[in-house]
């Protein structure tokens, strides 16, 4: 059975010119999550449309988050299970914790959880990302029990970054693909 993508956009949602957009155009397998509230972010509200969408899943499905639905993965699976999620690929997680990097609007989603992901997962990181510290990504990555993807100087890794069909990170949803068959 193909693995399925569940495309999980960030704060603001995933534009017209941002990867994820372009990816759910592309993967005929994949489901994109709608949140009723793209600004004012409630993290309760945001679990409860997850946990409906994962509820309906019928085979082996990728999460492709970004940005703060990278924190939103996190909440769920410490609470949560479910055998049809097999991996998740986390790309320029928002430090949720850090008022320096992230607006008061997501403070509802710290602290950020830090236990061993149940699934196998990968965390993409730019070295410039103005979300989320380089070393805080490293740190995330180990205590989430993750790989880490150092993808240089990308910014937030979205729609700024002009990244279309982001080619290098369809090379590394592959990886993950791998890991989990």
């Known amino acids: 059975m193909e693995i399925q993508l569940l495309i999980l956009p960030g704060l603001g949602n995933s534009g017209d010119k941002h990867w994820q957009t372009f990816w759910h155009e592309k993967f005929k397998n994949s489901t994109r999550i ?7 972010p409630i993290r309760a509200e945001w ?12 085979g082996p499905t990728i999460l492709v988050a970004h940005s703060l639905a990278v924190s939103l993965v996190l909440h769920w699976a410490q609470k949560n299970n479910n055998p049809n999620i097999v991996g998740a690929l986390l790309v320029a997680p928002a430090d949720v914790d850090s008022p320096a990097h992230t607006p008061e609007s997501i403070r509802n989603f710290s602290p950020m959880p830090t236990s061993k992901l149940p699934f196998p997962s990968i965390v993409v990181a730019s070295e410039n ?5 380089f070393e ?16 240089g100087q990308r910014g937030h890794i979205n729609s700024d970054s002009d990244l279309k069909y982001w080619e290098e990170g369809q090379l590394i949803l592959e990886q993950l693909i791998e890991k989990i068959k």
């Open 129 to 133: 990302d103005p979300y989320a510290t």
């Open 47 to 58: 679990l409860e449309r997850l946990e409906e969408e994962i509820s309906r899943l019928n």
């Open 136 to 151: 805080r990504k490293k740190y995330f990555a180990e205590m989430w029990g993750s790989d880490l993807v150092n993808v």
């Open 34 to 40: 709608v949140h009723d509230e793209w600004e004012e």
